[in-house]
């Protein structure tokens, strides 16, 4: 079994301080740190840019784990491997040709992400899955942190298992939204080996992240 893994959504962290925060995720035990980046039109929020990540980067050498929701996405591909994330995580529907955005992040020589909404289906990647490095699943609506888990997902998450053992692939299984203490068990018994998590690592034990981050590990 791979090793869990923490990914925390900096969407939940206090915005005016954002270097300082990612240095205190670093040494808090987070594994990389997970960037929502949302357009308004994609999903109804807005978030940050690439320059906000390059700025970012010079403040640590942890892995830069960046989840795009923005359409159409595959001309924003280069500038956001331009501003330093490590992992590229596009959404099937945000762009017109898949494989060719999916070719695109290799060229780049980054790590490629396909992000699944709670209503996207495996079929729609199967595929891709041994050209890419990550399947991040949504187990909320994309668009906003704090939203409730929706169970739903496990069984999603329990098929992309079954097919990655029966291809003996070794993509990454990244579960997103809505995680806390109660359902990370459930999600890493799914199948998830990487944990998003904005309000549970942020918000809980008044903002503890050590401990929080710790907790989702030991579940
Ligand atoms: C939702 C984002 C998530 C979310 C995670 O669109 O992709 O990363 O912010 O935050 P919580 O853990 O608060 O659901
Ligand atoms: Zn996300």
């Known amino acids: 079994m791979k090793k869990i893994q923490i990914s925390p959504s900096i969407l939940s962290a206090d915005f005016s301080q954002l270097g300082k925060e990612i240095k205190r995720l ?16 994609f999903v109804p929020n807005l978030t940050i840019g ?32 331009n501003a ?14 898949l494989q060719s955005s999916i070719s695109k992040i290799k060229e780049l020589k980054k790590k ?11 079929d729609v ?15 909320v609506n ?7 888990f929706m169970p739903e997902v496990l069984i999603k998450i329990k098929d992309l298992k079954k097919i990655q ?8 299984i990244e ?13 890493i018994e799914a199948g998830a080996n990487i944990l998003v998590s904005g309000t549970t690592i942020f918000k809980s034990n008044n903002g503890d992240i050590k401990k929080n981050i710790e907790l989702l590990k030991s579940k």
């Open 112 to 122: 490629v992400g396909i992000s699944l909404n709670p209503e996207t289906k495996i």
């Open 84 to 97: 330093g994330a490590d992992i590229i995580t596009i959404h099937p529907e945000a762009t017109d040709n």
């Open 26 to 41: 670093e040494e808090s035990g987070a594994d990389m740190i997970h960037v929502d980046v949302m357009d308004g039109h």
């Open 50 to 81: 690439p320059p906000v990540i390059k700025a970012l980067k010079t403040t640590s050498s942890i892995i830069f784990d960046v989840h795009l929701m923005i359409s159409p996405v595959h001309k924003y591909i280069e500038a956001y491997s």
């Open 165 to 172: 053992i029966e291809k003996k692939l070794n993509f990454d």
């Open 142 to 148: 994309p668009g906003f942190g704090g939203q409730k």
């Open 125 to 139: 990647i199967t595929k891709y899955l041994d050209q890419i490095d990550l399947v991040l699943i949504m187990s």
């Open 175 to 187: 579960v997103d939204g809505g995680i806390n203490f109660e359902n990370s068990k459930s999600a």
